[in-house]
């Protein structure tokens, strides 16, 4: 998933690097559904810009409902819903030493 900006810059997050969607908005903007990796890092994709191979390409998560997120797109405001989770449990931090 690519998103390219006016300003030149480029978000961008592989598919299978995706391990949370958000979705939210302000009452004054478009609805955003959020793609994030296990840093937090991800790509803002506003509603408007989704179509059919977008949505096809969420069903592919494991376990995503296409109807818990139009719910959560239907009823967005300001803050973020999370409408789906990886059920692969993230991947433990290494052990720190310390002197």
């Known amino acids: 998933m690519t998103r390219h900006y006016s300003d030149g810059s480029v978000e961008a997050l592989a598919w299978e690097d995706v391990v949370e969607v958000r979705v939210g908005g302000a009452d004054d903007t478009d609805v955003l559904i959020v793609l994030l990796d296990r840093e937090?890092?991800?790509?803002v994709v506003p509603r408007s810009a989704t179509d059919a191979t977008f949505l096809a390409r969420l069903r592919y998560l494991p376990d995503f409902d296409l109807d818990r997120l139009s719910s959560a797109v239907e009823t967005a405001h300001s803050g973020y819903v999370v409408v789906w989770r990886s059920p692969e449990?993230?991947?433990p931090l290494p052990d720190l030493e310390y002197d």
């Open 40 to 43: 937090g890092e991800g790509c």
């Open 89 to 91: 449990p993230p991947s």
